[in-house]
């Protein structure tokens, strides 16, 4: 699994913090998604599905 993340559509909403923290952040200064972990390792594969599907600017890409 491949993730990467689109910053300027993101709108800091913090979905994918909530559903993966140990692959997605938020920057202290106005809360744009950081990638922690661009390959994370299979057993958080559901955790970014999730943060994929739950974001609501679409800021996420998952290749398989």
């Known amino acids: 699994m491949k993730v990467s993340i689109d910053q300027s559509r993101c709108v800091a909403a913090g979905s994918c913090v909530a559903a993966a923290a140990a692959v997605f952040d938020q920057r202290d200064e106005d809360g744009i998604v950081v990638l922690l972990n661009a ?26």
């Open 39 to 64: 390959s994370p390792p299979a057993d958080l594969a559901d955790d970014v599905r999730q943060a994929a599907a739950v974001c609501p600017a679409l800021a996420i890409t998952i290749e398989d």
